[in-house]
């Protein structure tokens, strides 16, 4: 007959498991309420230039310049890269306003590029229209890397603007369909 093995002295790190207070469940601090319609917060998706636009909105962030928080950003190496499909998914997606911001004119890095982001802005808001959203929910923008306050400005303007008309109705059917 075999005598049985005495187990092994636990770990160091097995006896800190085991411990009540490491296994012990905190509470999960409670949710908030939603925020109620009036200070409803729009979701606006930025399209930025990489050379100019987006370095603008770093130089924003790099200087403290305070605005609104709420948009999401996407880098594209140029404004005139921007077609009228990617604004429109945006929308799809929830977006409730697009930006469109690129270089000045004579600063773009592709030389035409601003111009042919003038052309394919044109046609975008050609097909918003047909599609019944509001011309404020799409706006197009110069801004240089060195105007991170000009930056600032244009996203709290649009961000009012957007909240003014509200959500999008795209959103509604997107929700219920």
């Known amino acids: 007959m075999t005598t049985p093995k005495p187990s092994p002295k636990p770990s160091p790190k097995r006896q800190r498991e085991a411990r009540p207070s490491a296994t012990k469940k905190h509470k999960r601090p409670q949710r908030k309420a939603p925020n109620p319609p009036s200070s409803w917060n729009p979701s606006i998706v930025v399209f930025a230039c990489n050379w100019c636009s987006y370095a603008g909105a770093d ?24 077609q009228p499909g990617f604004v429109l998914r945006a929308f799809e997606k929830g977006a409730d306003g697009v930006l469109v911001s690129g270089c000045h004119f004579g600063d773009c890095h592709y030389i035409f590029g601003n111009e042919r982001a003038v052309e394919q802005f044109e046609k975008t808001m050609n097909v918003v229209k047909l599609l019944g959203l509001e011309e404020g929910r799409l706006r197009l923008e110069w801004i240089s890397a060195a105007e991170g306050a000009r930056f600032a400005q244009v996203i709290n303007e649009f961000t009012d603007q957007v909240r003014e008309l509200g959500p999008s109705p795209l959103a509604d059917k997107r929700q219920t369909g």
Do not use: K, L
């Open 59 to 82: 130089t924003a962030g790099v200087s403290r310049i305070q605005h609104q928080p709420h948009f999401r950003m996407i880098r594209v190496m140029c404004s005139g890269r921007i």
